[in-house]
């Protein structure tokens, strides 16, 4: 800090009262003598004062304080900034101010802006509780619609099934009469034939009886082999004892298929062994004339 009367500004040594004599020292400057001391700060400050003696005749004004600048440790530290007080408003003047009348304003505007704000909520609340009534009257028209669909599915599916019961039983009993019928001609035609055709009936039904000789055994023995498996009656001991008397069964089976299996093969190729040495005694036997061997005329 650096203090310099009024009267030195204009001095050309002093040329601003912010800004330090033109010499740095007394004896660099040459001129006057200079003077040091406490500061005017006394004890609180350790600051130092520089007196320099002018050629006019020495007085208080004519002295210069100076002041060097803080150190670190002196420097004020930075703080918050200061945030400025709010400004009331200014009251025109000649005027009288009714604070009631104010607060009576405020009050009202504050009132205002909450029945605003209940109003939003309402007019919200009424507008979701809308929603959802809509909501749930489409849920329940949705559900009421799937019932008469699937109602009407059901209805439909017991209509198909009624028909297909009808026209089986239609068809069935066309059939039935059907059969009926030819059994009548049948029956009718049998009757007008004479004796004479009797014979050939009798003929006729030896013919077929012996075309379905093979087939009619076959079902035989079918029928004596297949057995039917009671096992309603049976526990779970008594069902694993059948399940392997059947595996063995069939195993027993198999074996069988497999041995006549090979008996067949072994007599079809003893058989050709045997075509095949008498086709080669034929070529060979004079005067061998045509003679049916192995079913062949040759």
């Not at 304080?65 to 003047?93: D, H, M, N, Q």
């Not at 489409?138 to 669909?149: D, G, L, P, S």
Request: proline residues 8%; glycine residues 6%; positive net charge.
């Amino acid at each position: 800090m650096r203090v310099t009367p009024p009267s030195l500004y204009g001095h050309p040594d002093f040329p601003s009262p912010l800004l330090p004599p033109p010499y740095p020292s007394p004896r660099a400057a040459g001129q006057g003598n200079w003077a040091w001391g406490p500061s005017l700060g006394g004890a609180r400050r350790a600051h130092l004062w520089v007196c320099r003696v002018l050629p006019r005749p020495q007085t208080l004004a004519n002295c210069v304080f100076v002041f060097p600048p803080p150190t670190e440790e002196e420097r004020p530290k930075p703080s918050r900034p200061v945030v400025p007080p709010l400004i009331p408003p200014k009251i025109p003047e000649g005027e009288r101010v009714d604070f009631d009348d104010i607060h009576r304003k405020r009050m009202e505007k504050d009132l205002l802006e909450l029945q605003t704000l209940i109003d939003v909520h309402f007019e919200q609340r009424k507008k979701e509780e809308e929603e959802l009534v809509a909501l749930k009257e489409r849920i329940e028209r949705r559900r009421a619609e799937r019932a008469e669909q699937q109602r009407f599915r059901t209805e439909k599916e017991r209509e198909r099934q009624a028909k297909l019961a009808e026209e089986k039983m239609r068809k069935e009993e066309e059939e039935a009469k059907k059969r009926a019928e030819d059994d009548a001609k049948k029956k009718k035609v049998l009757s007008n034939m004479g004796a004479h055709f009797g014979g050939y009936l009798v003929k006729a039904e030896q013919k077929r009886g012996k075309r379905q000789t093979g087939r009619e055994m076959k079902q035989r023995i079918l029928s004596e082999r297949k057995k039917p498996l009671n096992i309603d009656h049976m526990g779970e001991d008594q069902l694993r004892e059948k399940a392997q008397e059947l595996s063995d069964w069939i195993h027993q089976l198999e074996s069988e298929k497999f041995d006549l299996m090979a008996k067949l093969k072994q007599q079809k190729y003893e058989i050709n062994v045997l075509y095949n040495r008498i086709s080669h005694a034929q070529k060979f036997r004079k005067g061998a004339g045509k003679g049916r061997v192995g079913g062949r005329w040759k």
